[in-house]
């Protein structure tokens, strides 16, 4: 009895291990269970008659993968259960309905690599009527989604095409990291290889996306996090003219002054006499008067700006300095 449960333990966990990575090598699957090689043939072998498609993969790399079979495993799940479910997650990825992205995502990827063909057919068919679409644009496809999530999750390398927001057409070759939402969309933040530098990409924009298998080794994050650094990026893009514009010049260096603003340092510049210039643009003469209570308290600066916007700040100035002193 005793062998029983621990035999059935191990194939639960053997199962999990599946589950959780695209690809696992034969030998790395028997260290992290415990076992010697031929318990794992043997494991592998019940969770197929269970009917789990554990497809064996030849050659030096070799090892296993998670496929999915002609049915639904044995997750009691009935087929309008899982398809509802699956319905439900996608719904939650694409309107951001719950607070962890990447849980949500992750368990999207790995119900639907599961679902035979005609559930999978069906959960489209559906999910057609509950994804919504974007304000301005197509939605994001809640299998591309799925596809990075797990891509993140494994460290593995990706390809894909890209269109730019002008238009201009790319190959990149990344290290995707994390899937941020913002402004009512899906971003990837990724490594680009061919680049040597972060970049955010948008979703919808992505097709023809390829996993390469190749694992990467984890680089640090940009250090004012994944959430802050894609906001940067869409703000930049969305932007859009801004006929309000000026400089700061700050009294600081520029390594400190990216230090403090992080990625709003990007467009700053380092002065002959050691000072930091750093640009301001808006729409309005209240956007550069907010960019500046952003500099760091104690920081001596000149604001050059031309007329009329200096005699504008002047007077936004005074009015919210009397505005303050009123009791």
Known sequence: MVVMADTTARTLNLLSLLQTHRHWGGAELARRLGISDRTLRRDVERLRELGYRVDSVPGLDGGYRLEAGSAVPPLLLTDEEAVALAIGLRAAAT?????????TLAALAKLEQLLPSRLRRRVGALGEFVQPTGPDGPSTSPEVLGELALACRDQ???RFAYTAAGGAESTRHAEPYALVPAESRWYLLAWDLDRADWRTFRVDRLSALFHTRAAFAPRPLPPEGTAAFVAAAVHAVHAGPRPVTGRA?????LASMRQAFGPWAETAQELPDGRTAWPLSGRRVQDVVFGLSWIPEGVRYVLEVPEPLREQVLELADRLSAAARRR
């Open 249 to 253: 010049v700050l009294d600081m260096d």
């Open 156 to 158: 593995e390398r990706v």
């Open 95 to 103: 309107q951001r309905l719950v607070g962890g992205p990447d849980t």
